[in-house]
């Protein structure tokens, strides 16, 4: 987006709603409880809002909340991008909000995969048998999203020498922040053996390699940023934003698997925020797998490409590491309710609040979050400061 | 007795058709744009590199080596869970294109990147056939 548009908007509240095993509500009812959670951290009421950004697994799911919640938006954006959508919904609210067509956007999400176990055996809701996808890829029985990120790591292991101790480095380092996050799913200790020793789900990528299977809901409410000024908490400001889109499912035409557009929305956020790479304090990546983040940490320029073995060694991305990330332990252990997007977003909001206790970092005034979407088919780089 | 569980099979469109109409027949066939000369995969009623329209269906050499691969050890459906482990791969022909297919025969395991491979075909239906690969060394 064009460099005008830095800080023209700011993240005003966030929340999670209840997270981990929820078997007694609904995606939709999770998503309402993030949304005025979020509102109450803003200090608006539902009657405020004029926008409405949902996703979820269901169908219509802006119609649904709002009907839900008893709104009537005049602006709703339901884009489905896979894990990164709700990070895209923040930059849709921003155009939206500079065209004056609405003014308070609610973003939310919610999954209840972990209780209606629709994501068991690794397999997602697959595409019809006539479409590309399920004519060239399903038959032949590849695990998504596991597979496609197994078929990188072993690109990154055999091009760069990656073992699988390095990608272990980071599913502990997770854990070590997940142990200072009271919310986190997973907090008991593990260890690089521990995790080198779970089974193999599809080479050369482990279970403790995947990030979780939760429930779990969240919601951000977007401002302009003359709103943000008489609210309640210090508002997070929109410096810079970019997205790329590549493929679907069938990445057959994707070169090169161990680049793939990330680079661009760095360098565009960045260039849009007017900062650089040194100047960020709080990094959140999605991971959804351990490779995921070497790859991200690499394409986002943070270390040479091919050296994110090296540089996440010896608990550099863990508390008091060298290049300390995802404080709240993310997908891999404090909790995946299948699109971490929003996730991302509400860790890197409340390290910028000064909010995160035990894993606060020390200096916290301008935030990276990076996520793809599907199987590195999308990506969005955004940088938020205060 | 439960039946047998059924594989996911391709369900081919007008476009498609003539890709799986040679796999049954044993024959590995892709478009060649006959306006810049390049191949292309999946099928699409365009060339994707120069947009023309003067697509032609054209058998390939069925050579290529493998780009990436992973063995599985979990399986998405009860049918591919009785082949555990197996592999899948992303082989790229040597006239260019990639597609999917899983490594079978012997040695299949051994698969590596690089590793070159050529093509078969398995029948999965009365009308259909896959195109999988054999590694070659």
New interface residues.
């Given amino acids: 987006m064009k460099s005008s548009l830095s800080r023209s908007v700011a993240i005003a509240g966030v929340a999670e709603s209840d997270l981990g095993k929820v078997p007694g509500k609904s995606a939709l009812e999770l998503q309402a409880q993030a949304a005025r959670l979020a509102l109450e951290d803003a200090g608006l009421r539902l009657r405020d809002v004029d926008a409405v950004f949902a996703h979820t697994d269901d169908r219509f799911a802006s119609l649904q909340l709002s009907e839900f919640l008893n709104i009537r938006p005049a602006f709703v954006d339901s884009t489905n991008v896979g894990g990164m959508s709700n990070l895209l919904h923040v930059q849709r609210a921003m155009a939206a909000i500079h065209a004056g067509m609405c003014e308070v956007a609610l973003i939310t999400y919610g999954s209840t995969q972990l209780s209606d176990g629709s994501r068991k055996?690794?397999?997602v809701a697959?595409d019809?048998?006539?479409t590309?996808r399920?004519?060239?890829?399903?038959?032949?029985?590849?695990?998504?999203p596991i597979?496609y990120y197994?078929?990188?790591a072993?690109?990154h292991m055999?091009r760069y020498g990656t073992t699988h101790k390095d990608l272990a480095e980071v599913a502990v380092a997770a854990r070590r922040w997940a142990q200072l996050n009271p919310k986190a799913y997973r907090r008991e200790p593990t260890s690089i053996d521990e995790v080198m020793a779970s089974?193999?789900?599809?080479?050369?990528?482990r279970q403790r390699d995947c990030c979780l299977v939760t429930d779990g809901g969240g919601a951000m409410v977007v401002v302009s940023a003359e709103r943000a000024r008489d609210l309640r908490r210090k508002p997070v400001y929109v410096l810079g934003a970019a997205e790329t889109h590549a493929h679907h499912y069938?990445p057959?035409?994707t070169a090169d698997?161990l680049d793939t557009g990330v680079a661009a929305t760095a360098d565009q956020a960045f260039r849009m925020a007017g900062v650089s790479r040194a100047d960020i304090d709080v990094v959140q990546i999605y991971d959804h797998f351990t490779i995921g983040v070497l790859q991200s940490l690499e394409e986002l320029g943070f270390c040479p490409r091919g050296e994110g073995g090296a540089f996440v060694a010896d608990g550099a991305l863990g508390p008091g590491g060298r290049f300390p990330i995802n404080t709240s332990g993310g997908g891999l252990s404090y909790g995946h309710p299948g699109m971490f997007g929003m996730f991302v977003a509400i860790e890197a909001v409340r390290q910028l609040r000064g909010e995160c206790g035990e894993r606060q970092l020390p200096k916290a005034e301008l935030a990276l979050c990076h996520a793809p979407g599907l199987v590195f088919s999308c990506n969005t780089t955004m940088i938020l400061g205060v | 007795m439960s039946e047998a569980p059924a594989r996911p099979l391709p369900q081919p469109t007008d476009l498609t058709r003539p890709y799986w109409q040679a796999a049954a027949e044993g024959e590995l066939h892709m478009q060649h744009c006959g306006a810049c000369g390049r191949w292309q995969f999946y099928p699409r009623p365009f060339c994707i590199h120069c947009e023309a329209e003067a697509l032609q269906w054209r058998a390939v050499s069925g050579l290529g080596r493998i780009y990436t691969y992973t063995v599985n050890h979990r399986a998405p459906n009860a049918f591919m869970k009785a082949r555990l482990p197996y592999v899948v791969a992303i082989v790229e022909l040597d006239e260019g294109p990639r597609l999917m297919a899983n490594i079978q025969g012997e040695g299949a395991l051994d698969a590596a990147i690089g590793k070159r491979v050529k093509v078969l075909f398995e029948p999965v239906s009365d009308e259909l056939a896959l195109p999988q690969f054999a590694l070659l060394e």
């Fill in positions: 055996g690794g397999a697959a019809g048998p006539h590309p399920g004519q060239f890829i399903l038959p032949y029985g590849h695990l998504s597979g197994a078929m990188v072993q690109l055999h089974p193999v789900v599809a080479s050369p990528l069938t057959f035409n698997w």
